[in-house]
């Protein structure tokens, strides 16, 4: 089993930038890729952004292409997610997850999740 922990979220105003951090623990051999979802009480949760554990390949969702940037530090067991020019659409509650299959951009593929982190983006 993977243990995931989030944090960074926060207030920020709309054009500037904010890093999440997604800490994970336990059996993280297991994990093929780690991806970014964020949910909000009128969507659905959606895929935001995802890297292959090894090796590094990034995915991202359309929505925040050029503007969120996903990176991984594997001697800290850590995932990015750099988040820039944050629009008041990106307010959510992010989470990071962790897969062990192909499957990169439906959420009901991962199988740990974090608790969540709150991204407020006001005007």
């Known amino acids: 089993q993977v243990q995931l922990v989030e944090s960074g979220g926060g207030l920020v105003q709309a054009g500037n930038s904010l890093r999440l951090s997604c800490a994970a623990s336990?059996?993280?051999?297991?994990?093929?890729?780690m991806g970014w979802f964020r949910q909000t009480p009128e969507k659905e949760r959606e895929f935001v952004a995802a890297?292959?554990?090894?090796?590094?390949?990034?995915y991202y969702a359309d929505s925040v292409k050029g503007r969120f940037t996903i990176s991984r530090d594997n001697t800290k067991n850590t995932v990015y997610l750099q988040m820039n020019s944050l629009k008041l659409e990106d307010t959510a509650l992010y989470y990071c997850?962790?897969?062990?299959?192909?499957?990169?951009?439906?959420?009901?593929?991962?199988?740990?999740w974090g608790q969540g982190t709150q991204v407020t983006v006001s005007s």
């Open positions: 997850a962790s897969t062990t299959t192909f499957v990169t951009t439906n959420p009901g593929a991962y199988d740990s």
């Open positions: 336990g059996r993280t051999v297991s994990i093929y890729r």
């Open positions: 890297i292959r554990w090894s090796g590094g390949t990034t």
